[in-house]
């Protein structure tokens, strides 16, 4: 049987940091490793390093039957495309199933349980698809926020003094994108069987309030947080130039904080790894200068 792992999307930032991690931290031999990619070229590091880099588009299903011809687990990065990703990703299923992968891990998101929200819905299609696949074994890990969404917009609210959110009281447990990335090669990199669900996190969960607060005392200015709606935050994010679907994504994201489905605290980092999540106060102190703007 074959023991080839595959890592879709290698060229992204968490794909790149997942191929580290496999190389670095848990001394997968290179080549054991495919890296599949729209841009090869983008990962010549890692070629060189001895990792096969193959060409795969998701939207070209011949693409992914060559790219995971002879493999045993494939990790499957959500992709960037916000128009329909669960179409992808059902093609990248179909195509690991074909190819006789024994096991597929999943990146999600936490509780997508209200496909009503655009920022639900391909993370819970993409969850059934895998549910009612015929894949011997599976693994969703439902990824919370990234410490690093926060360089996106806080460097702006930062300089405005003013944080307009849709979050009410509800808090994320933040997770760095490299503990994220360590988790999936973790898993990866396993013989793990079966079908489970893991929520990656932080240890501790923040309101949009306590952030700002801990962020105004880092960067040295005072940060108010006005709560508006879900619809007045999208037409705010237009009104700066935010596409629409764009807008609606970000405000959903916030709807989703607001209903409680960010905040729990599951300790299956730890139980996966072995090591505690990055602290969000230890970024913070690192990452302060860019967060000022």
Do not use: C
């Not at 128009?83 to 999600?108: C, E, F, L, N, P």
């Amino acid at each position: 049987m074959s023991d080839k792992l595959v890592v879709t999307g290698a060229s992204g930032q968490l794909g790149k940091l997942v191929l580290h991690h496999l190389l670095d931290s848990l001394k997968v031999p290179a080549g054991r490793i495919i890296a599949t990619t729209r841009t090869p070229d983008a990962l010549a590091e890692f070629a060189a390093r001895g990792i096969e880099v193959r060409a795969a588009d998701f939207d070209d299903p011949a693409s992914l039957d060559a790219a995971f011809a002879g493999v045993s687990r494939v990790l499957l990065i959500s992709t960037a495309s916000f128009s329909d990703r669960s179409v992808q990703h059902k093609t990248a299923i179909a195509a690991a199933q074909k190819a006789g992968a024994t096991h597929v891990i999943y990146t999600s998101l936490p509780e997508p349980v209200d496909p009503s929200l655009a920022i639900v819905r391909d993370h819970a299609a993409t969850e059934k698809a895998l549910a009612e696949s015929d894949l011997p074994g599976w693994t969703v890990l439902r990824n919370n926020w990234y410490f690093e969404n926060l360089l996106w917009t806080v460097p702006d609210i930062a300089k405005s003094g003013k944080w307009f959110t849709a979050t009410g009281d509800g808090a994320t447990a933040y997770i760095s994108r490299d503990d994220l990335a360590r988790a999936a090669a973790t898993v990866l990199a396993s013989d793990s069987t079966g079908r489970t669900t893991l929520t990656l996190g932080g240890s501790k969960a923040y309101t949009t309030a306590e952030l700002a607060e801990l962020i105004g005392k880092a960067i040295g200015r005072e940060i108010a947080v006005v709560q508006v709606s879900a619809d007045d935050l999208a037409k705010g994010a237009e009104a700066h130039g935010v596409p629409a679907h764009l807008a609606g994504i970000i405000a959903s994201g916030d709807v989703n904080v607001a209903a409680g489905r960010h905040a729990a605290i599951t300790g299956d980092y730890k139980a996966l790894t072995g090591l505690e999540p990055r602290p969000f106060e230890d970024w913070l102190a690192a990452n302060k200068a860019a967060l000022a703007g």
